[in-house]
């Protein structure tokens, strides 16, 4: 977003909140907007006063980093985390409406090979997002889910679940070079 002034990013997020609402409906809008991005807003709104230290308002001394906490630090870290908030809503929406057939459509002309390619990236992430539930289904079974165990066991399992993924991205597109390698398809 260019203009971070608060008023805009209201009439943005109204905005995008409600062609949500119009594309996928109240629960996966309502899902999608507090369970998921709100946390992000705070995280981002409480961490920014950690590593901005402008501001004349000054609320807490951290005394291990003998730095200040202030209030427009703070405010700055709400804002920002509001344009992330607002910017994550609206690509909900360019997800729903712009599927890799109308974006080649667009920008086939202009930039083919370009255009291609972001195709094909972007597929991935929606095939990233189903095997990454097929995992975790396997691996919550198995009682190997990131839910359960200690800290350390639950980054154990969340990496081992990375692992399974990323080797599952790599082996998916030699699949169909198999048969070819065996002589089938000569």
């Known amino acids: 977003m260019f203009n971070q002034h608060p008023v805009f990013i209201g009439i943005s ?7 949500s609402f119009l594309l996928n409906g109240w629960e996966k809008t309502l899902k999608q907007s507090f369970l998921l991005t709100l946390p992000g807003l705070l995280i981002v709104a409480l961490l920014n006063p950690m590593f901005n230290h402008y ?10 980093s003998g730095n200040w906490i202030t209030l427009e630090a ?9 344009v992330m ?14 599927t890799t057939d109308k974006f080649i459509y667009l920008f086939g002309r202009i930039i083919p090979a370009l ?21 975790r289904s396997g691996q919550k079974a198995m009682g190997r889910d990131v839910s359960e165990g200690s800290l350390f066991a639950r980054i154990r399992h969340g990496l081992n679940m990375l692992s399974i993924l990323v080797t599952w991205r790599w082996k998916t597109p030699l699949r169909p070079l198999i048969p070819c ?3 089938d398809m000569v």
Request: proline residues 2%; glycine residues 8%.
């Open 115 to 135: 255009s291609l390619i972001l195709s094909m990236a972007l597929r991935f992430v929606p095939r990233f997002t189903a095997q990454l539930k097929v995992i």
């Open 74 to 82: 703070l405010v700055y870290g709400v804002v920002l985390g509001a």
């Open 13 to 19: 997020y109204i905005g995008a909140f409600s062609y």
């Open 55 to 64: 501001g004349v308002t000054m609320l807490y001394y951290v005394k291990s």
């Open 85 to 98: 908030f607002v910017v994550i809503q609206w690509f909900s929406c360019y997800n729903k409406v712009m």
């Open 181 to 183: 390698e065996a002589g």
